[in-house]
């Protein structure tokens, strides 16, 4: 299934340049083809955490038997 504007995603891999870990949730802002992805990662009071690129192949849809977790932010200097 292809993803589209507003797509809740979940991360499939590490990144920690962006400070984001596998299983963080964005949200598709933009569609690039013939796969990319620009996605907005937000910490949950709101405030954008990163703004990233990727290839379709870096993230999935929510599924069903998700559980939304809380981390504390840590950035790596």
């Known amino acids: 299934m292809r993803f589209k504007a507003l797509d809740t995603v979940v991360l499939n891999k590490d990144m920690p340049d962006a400070g984001l870990k596998k299983g963080d949730l964005g949200a598709v802002v933009q569609v690039y083809e013939p796969d990319g ?5 937000v910490t ?16 999935r849809h929510v599924a069903d038997s998700d559980l939304i977790a ?8």
């Not at 992805?37 to 990662?41: K, N, P, S, T």
């Not at 405030?47 to 290839?55: D, I, R, Y």
């Not at 809380?70 to 200097?77: I, P």
């Open 70 to 77: 809380v981390r504390s932010l840590r950035k790596t200097a």
């Open 44 to 59: 949950a009071a709101g405030k954008t955490e990163a703004l990233v690129t990727l290839n379709e192949r870096d993230v």
């Open 37 to 41: 992805l620009e996605v907005e990662f």
